[in-house]
Every structure is written in C-alpha cells, then in structure tokens.
C-alpha cells in the first residue's frame, strides 16, 4: 500500500456515519490513484508565484442568519495555503460571501497569512524577503451576477488552479442543501459557478467535501444518490436530493472535509520532501480555537467550539498527528 493510499484511508474512516467510504471508492476508482496524491500532484504544478484560487465557507443556518458560518472548512484551506506559500512563494486568493470573509481572514492570520490586496501579493515576487500572504474576494449571492463574475475575474487572476474545501454546490434543481436535506441557499455565493467556469477553461482544480453536497461530488454523483441520506430525496421538496452536482478534476473526499486538507498536505510535503509543509496537532488547535472566537459554530451541535462535525477537538489534532507521522516516516526510508 502506498503512503497516498495510507491517508486517504485514514481520512475517510466514517466516523460520522455519512457513507463516506462509498463516496470514496466511487472517486478512487474514477482517480485511479491514491486521492491525496493526485491532489498533491495538482499543488506540486504550480508555478512560483502563481495565483491559486481557493475557496471555503458555510453559511450554516443560513435561515437564521446569512453570518453564522461553520468550523469544517477555513482550518483545512488555511492549511493548503500556508504549504502553497511555502512551497511556492504562491499568491491564495480566497472568495466566499463578504458576510463570512472576515473571519475566514482571521483563521488565515492564525496560520502565518498576511492578508494584502492582490496588488500588494504580487510585490512579494520583488527582492527584499519572503511574506506569506493571502488577497480575500467577495463573491455574488445570486446565481445571475455569480455567472456574470466568473470570467472577469479568471481574466483578472489567471489562477493556476481552482481549490474548494468544504464550499456548498447546487443540486440538478439548483438548490444548495445541507445534510439534513434543507435548503440553506439564501445569503450563500454562488461560487459553485465560478468552478464551472473554471473547469470550462481548463484550469485543474481539486476539491474536498465530506457530504456529497460539496462542489466536486459531481464527479460520485451516483454515489452520493445512492449511500447519503438526503441523497435521492431531499427535505425541501424540490425532488432533487441533496447531491452538488459542479465536478472538478480531482475530488478528495474526507469524514471532515479538514481532514482531506491535512492528507493533501501531508502528500504535498512527501511528494516535496519538505517536512516544513506539514500541518501539525499544534497549528490544528490554534485555527480551531481561533474559530471559536469569531464564532464559527460545530455545525453537528449548532454551538460555537473547537469540535467539528460533533467530533472532538482531541480527535482532530490526533489526525492531523498521524498523517505527520507517516509522512516523516516515508521521508525517512
């Protein structure tokens, strides 16, 4: 078994009874390959410098409040993009509603991540020292003006590659659900359509999602319909189940969406050789406690704490701990 296959069956113990093992043999066999390492494979390409365009987000009771975002997600990201910047001096420009981009800065800020406008990111390529930075971008709330967006701004970043980590897609009936089968579009960008549109062009992309409503499942669309609940019939009564149905190149799938994050960079920094790259139990608990702070709830337990999904804190950096060890372990060999 190779150390791709390792973590990805690692991250994909289903802890939380969602059917995520399904959902993750349905995308190894489309990959072909270990799921980190293709995604791994997708970071390794970019050029120094680059743009990378992320995203993440969740408006999680979006019919209280449009504000109210979850745990799962910003820790994930912010960890690909502090291995970006590291590996490749790259510039992460992260879009999500304008509602939740101020916290997602935060989480940002917490893992080294200067946040400057993308004119100032492109002066970190001039000579006078290193910085790590991060450019946040709001995004359109309805679908009209998220389509009308999404050329300008490929036009504008030209990113070498597309990433989601736990960021909401629409159903074939264009509805964005939660796992409970709800309609919770409202106050949510429509970002889904900016990696339609960035599939169109030919930019790679990869996504993480733990659900089957992410952007990405599309790719295990079938799979989704037939092991989630909610899959197939949702709660709304729109008659379209819950399944996001935007694709990317590569789809990793995770019993916590955080989780794939931490296995791609954990594949990026073997596939680097850098053990720099690799996320640790000490960084996880400092984005995870800094998400309690400007309210990012657990979404499972609807109550703003470090346990996400309903899984314990301890569980997390215990994760992230052991996909550092098989790395270091492999680079020692």
Known sequence: MTLGDRLDRLVNIDIGGRGIEYLYDAARARSGAALCTAAAGMLAAVPEGAVVLLT???????????????????????????????????????????????????????????????????????????LAV?????????????????????????????????????????????M??????????????????????????????????????????????????FGNSCACGCGGGLGAITSTDVLMTAAVSNWGCTAIVAAFAALERNPALLHTPELEARLLLRGTEIGLINSVQGIVDANVDGIPLSTHQAVVELCRQLVLAELAR
């Open 56 to 130: 993440t987000g969740s408006v999680s009771r979006a019919w209280i409040s449009a504000e109210i975002g979850e745990n799962d997600g910003p820790a994930g990201l912010a960890a690909i993009a502090r291995a970006l910047s590291l590996a490749r001096r790259a510039i992460p420009v992260v879009v999500a509603e304008a509602a939740l981009l101020p916290g997602i800065g935060e989480i940002l800020r917490s893992a080294g991540l200067s946040l400057v406008t993308l004119e100032e990111a492109r002066r970190t390529a001039m000579p006078g020292g290193r």
């Open 180 to 229: 409970r089968g709800v309609d919770f579009g409202m106050g949510r960008a429509r970002i889904d359509h900016l990696f339609d549109a960035a599939l169109a062009r030919g930019i790679p992309s990869v996504a993480v999602g733990d659900g089957g409503n992410e952007i990405g499942m599309g790719l295990v669309a079938e799979a989704v319909s037939q092991h989630v609940p």
């Open 134 to 178: 991060a450019v946040l971008r709001p995004y359109p709330l309805e679908d009209a003006a998220a389509k009308a967006a999404a050329g300008p701004l490929l036009d504008e970043l030209a990113p070498a590659l597309a990433f989601s980590s736990e960021r909401v897609g629409r159903n074939a009936k264009g509805v964005y659900h939660n």
